[in-house]
């Protein structure tokens, strides 16, 4: 089968599967066509607030190309980003028997929505945590768009409910679970000497840490997971922040006003320096609230490296990766005192505890792997033969 890939831009979570199906399934004749070029050419980041372009190689191992985007202010944070009017003609080009569209929120994706020259198969992970199903013209227009796509496959449990509410029928509906990759995210000697240099620049000695990585935004919630851990103020533990955003700076400043607290920051971290952060921490938290966070894919990485997690109940990931008690720890995303009773929850835990999480970890994550989406991806093409 031939099948093109239609994908907003390389990103580090999506790029090394398509590198994966093309080495791993010979039978697919696999082209993925990028829509703008953030992440291999140094772009600014606005949540960030830095300019940065990965560092692994995201466009090695599958056949690629760029389409070009001629929006006067290219990206993913408005629908006229992606306005890519020789993607038609790029398809043709092709010929695919099916193709996989990623997202449907832009110009050049409702272009292509409406006159596709192949088969459409969808993928995408919104979910409806945290606030009601659409009603009226815009549930029913969205369910016109789903009804469009001969597939589509769904990354977990919320976001098939998301589909269900929106009048896919479950014949059409194919699990693909969202994953990294998890050669990437393993414990290697070289990021255990690296955590261990990071853990003595940082003077943490054998304290143990709470590790938020990510964009300090406010859906994110770093300000009210840094007011928990300064309401316990634990002699033995501390929080470290990797990252950046527009809320460094109020972090940075309620981090110094209280010394007795051990609060560590460091810079925003590519994608080769992400396994010694994990593996600096004793538990990694994802504290976010509202539909901002449609999975988590840093829950993910963090589980590969047996690290347990921390998260609130809006986190898409959720209901699939962490179960309370079981492989981790949750919270109710909008009420403070649920994280801040979670947490202590967390610091008090014993050795023991924390050996069972690590089984039942290694157990969970070892379903969420490039091999499981893409069995889920090729049972929704399989059904679009005739």
Same mark, same amino acid.
């Given at each position: ?31 993925? &066509? ?5 992440? !291999? ?22 056949? +690629?190309? #760029? ?10 944070? +408005?629908?006229?980003? *992606? ?6 003609? $790029? ?20 272009? *292509?929505?409406? $006159?596709?020259?192949?088969? *459409? ?15 009226? &013209? ?7 768009? #789903? ?20 009048? /896919? ?20 000697? =070289? =990021? ?11 003077? @943490?000695?054998? +304290?143990?840490? !709470? ?11 770093? $300000?009210? &997971? ?22 460094? =700076? ?47 894919? =840093?829950?993910?990485?963090?589980? +590969? ?15 699939? @990766? /962490? ?6 720890? /949750? ?45 889920? &991806? ?6 679009? $033969?005739?």
């Amino acid at each position: 089968m031939r099948l093109a890939v239609v994908v907003s831009h390389p990103t580090q979570y999506y790029s090394p599967w398509f590198a994966w199906l093309a080495a791993h399934v010979p039978a697919l004749d696999l082209r993925v &066509l990028y829509l703008w070029d953030f992440g !291999v050419k140094e772009t600014r980041d606005p949540q960030f607030g830095t300019a940065f372009a990965w560092d692994r190689d995201l466009l090695a191992g599958h056949a +690629h190309e #760029f389409v070009p985007n001629r929006a006067a202010d290219p990206g993913t944070h +408005h629908r006229a980003g *992606l306005d890519n009017p020789t993607l038609p003609a $790029r398809l043709r080009a092709f010929a695919p028997d099916a193709i996989l569209l990623f997202g449907y929120n832009y110009r050049t994706h409702l272009r *292509l929505i409406l $006159r596709p020259p192949a088969p *459409l198969v969808f993928r995408g992970d919104s979910h409806l945590l945290g606030r009601p199903a659409p009603r009226g &013209l815009k549930r029913w227009l969205l369910a016109q768009l #789903f009804a469009r796509f001969a597939a589509v496959t769904y990354v977990g449990a919320a976001n098939r409910d998301y589909f269900l509410v929106h009048g /896919v029928p479950e014949k059409k509906l194919f699990f693909a679970p969202h994953c990294v990759d998890a050669a990437h995210f393993t414990a290697t000697d =070289a =990021a255990r000497a690296e955590a261990a240099a990071l853990r003595e620049k940082l003077g @943490l000695g054998s +304290h143990r840490v !709470v590790l938020f990585a990510g964009k300090f935004v406010p859906a994110k919630q770093p $300000r009210e &997971l840094l007011a928990a851990f300064h309401t316990l103020a634990p002699r033995d533990a501390a929080l470290v922040f990797v990252g950046d955003g527009e809320e460094r =700076a109020a972090l940075e400043s309620a981090a110094a006003a209280r010394p007795d607290v051990a609060v560590r920051f460091l810079p925003f971290a590519n994608q080769s320096a992400m396994p010694s952060r994990y593996l600096l921490a004793d538990v990694f938290t994802l504290p976010s609230r509202g539909h901002y966070e449609t999975w988590g894919l =840093a829950v993910n990485e963090a589980m +590969h490296m047996g690290v347990p997690c921390l998260v609130s109940d809006r986190v898409g990931c959720q209901r699939d @990766l /962490v179960t309370d008690g079981e492989t981790g720890w /949750v919270f109710l995303a909008n009420d403070p005192s649920s994280l801040r009773e979670k947490l202590s929850t967390v610091l008090r835990s014993d050795p023991g505890v924390r050996a069972r999480l690590a089984v039942n970890i290694a157990r969970r994550i070892a379903d969420y792997t490039y091999e499981q989406a893409t069995a889920g &991806l090729l049972r929704g093409l399989r059904t679009l $033969r005739p």
